[in-house]
């Protein structure tokens, strides 16, 4: 028999939920996606968890799974052919530590963390000699940590990929705000659109930072908040950049190389901001300058193309969750995926289509747990 089943929110957890859902023939898929504010499209794009001194046991986990799980999940949805490198490629990540002392901090780290992670590839510290062979316009004097694991991902274009996908199988888009409720005496889930109301057998909230606008109305509390992060994309016009590893300076900024001179640098970390969207020119133009004092001046002062805002969302002890919410059966949710969520995404997008289908999880709930963030309030008073 059919089940009707709908996703709310299409950033890289839902349309991954959505591609792997929409090849199954027993379920009849509709996604909802609103999109202003999506974090996946705003993303700088790096997928490279390995190399960090965060101790959270279960992140690192979710994000070490997740970076292995990428080129997997990738071949799947490309079935067989070339994974288009405009939207992830295994680049190589480069770590850079003002102090000498650090960087061997971070390669034993490394080197620790390899042996349950061979993805990372190889592991090496690099002279400025050698990092100036990848990326010519390295102007510093300090080596650095070099992984040839890290990959790039543009986050816009890994959703089209998915939802194209999602759609060629047989899933509708519908580009709209919708309201989420209940039905009385039901089992069912309603799904309200400008234009009309659908019923659903089971429903993912992939909503992020906007999962407390869904769920509120319904009496309950969520323990999730927006992030503002803005970046730059510069042209370096007369550069081959498509092969340049990312590059992650001491500091907020990171510097992600596209194909064709593109060049991401951010993000920003804005707590105080709550869903404001405004770019602040100024804010950014002083991020790059910051961002890329290790570089040359042809970096330094690339022509600014574009500016990108997006919302990232967190929990108040920083931890992601997932699974299925209390004392909704059949509705399942994801949020708090942070500043790590692009590498995250596809991952809890499968661990969520595993639920719907009644399958195990690849993920431990219990080790991200829902129910420490979204808790009925009548209940929670009893
Ligand atoms: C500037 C920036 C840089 C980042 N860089 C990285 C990085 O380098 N590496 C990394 O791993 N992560 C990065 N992140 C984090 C990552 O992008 C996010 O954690 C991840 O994309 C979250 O994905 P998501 O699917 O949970 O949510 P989103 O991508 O935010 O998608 C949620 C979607 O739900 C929709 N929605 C919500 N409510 C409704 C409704 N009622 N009706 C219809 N639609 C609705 C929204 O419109 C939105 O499109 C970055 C984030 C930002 C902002």
Redesign the pocket.
């Known amino acids: 028999m059919t089940k009707k089943v709908a996703i709310?929110?299409?950033?890289?957890?839902?349309?991954s939920a959505a591609y792997l859902l929409s090849k199954e023939d027993d379920i009849d898929l509709t996604v909802?996606?609103?999109?202003?504010?999506?974090?996946?499209?705003?993303?700088?794009?790096?997928?490279s968890p390995w190399l960090s001194r965060r101790r959270n046991k279960k992140w690192y986990h979710m994000v070490r799974e997740g970076a292995a799980y990428y080129p997997v999940f990738l071949s799947d949805v490309m079935e067989g052919e070339a994974i288009p490198s405009s939207v992830y490629k295994q680049v190589g990540t480069l770590l850079f530590k003002k102090k000498e002392a650090y960087i061997h901090e971070m390669f034993a780290i490394g080197e620790k963390r390899k042996i349950d992670a061979p993805e990372i590839g190889e592991l090496a510290i690099l002279s400025p000699d050698e990092i100036r062979e990848k990326v010519p316009l390295y102007s510093g004097e300090n080596s650095a940590v070099w992984a040839s694991g890290g990959a790039r991902v543009d986050?816009g274009k890994l959703v089209e990929l998915l939802l194209s996908k999602a759609e060629k199988n047989g899933a509708k888009v519908v580009r709209?705000?919708?309201?989420?409720n209940t039905v009385k005496g039901s089992h069912q889930y309603a799904i309200q659109t400008e234009q009309s109301t659908e019923q659903f057998e089971s429903v993912i909230l992939?909503?992020?930072?906007?999962l407390p606008?869904?769920l509120t109305p319904l009496d309950y509390a969520v323990d999730v908040r927006p992030q503002k992060?803005?970046?730059a994309e510069v042209k370096l016009a007369e550069f081959d950049t498509q092969d340049w590893p990312v590059m992650m300076p001491e500091g907020e900024s990171?510097i992600?190389p596209f194909e064709d001179g593109r060049v991401i640098i951010?993000?920003?970390h804005e707590d105080d901001k709550g869903f404001n969207l405004t770019i602040d020119e100024d804010m950014l133009d002083d991020m790059v300058q910051k961002g890329t004092t290790i570089f040359t001046e042809e970096l330094r002062s690339a022509p600014i193309t574009q500016y990108?805002?997006?919302?990232?969302?967190y929990t108040s002890d920083y931890a992601p969750f997932f699974g299925e919410v209390p004392e909704l059966p059949n509705v399942y949710a994801?949020?708090g995926?942070?500043?790590?969520?692009?590498?995250?995404?596809p991952l809890v997008g499968k661990c969520l289509a595993e639920s719907v289908l009644g399958l195990p999880s690849t993920l431990n709930e219990a080790d991200y747990p829902i129910w420490n963030y979204v808790k009925k309030k009548s209940r929670d008073n009893c």
């Not at 990108?308 to 969302?313: D, I, K, L, M, Y």
């Not at 995926?337 to 995404?345: H, K």
């Open positions: 709310i929110g299409a950033g890289v957890v839902g349309a909802y996606d609103e999109g202003t504010g999506q974090g996946t499209s705003a993303a700088a794009g790096i997928i986050g709209q705000h919708v309201a989420f992939t909503a992020s930072a906007w606008d869904i992060g803005q970046l990171d992600i951010g993000a920003t990108r805002s997006g919302t990232r969302a994801a949020s995926l942070g500043s790590t969520g692009l590498t995250a995404g």
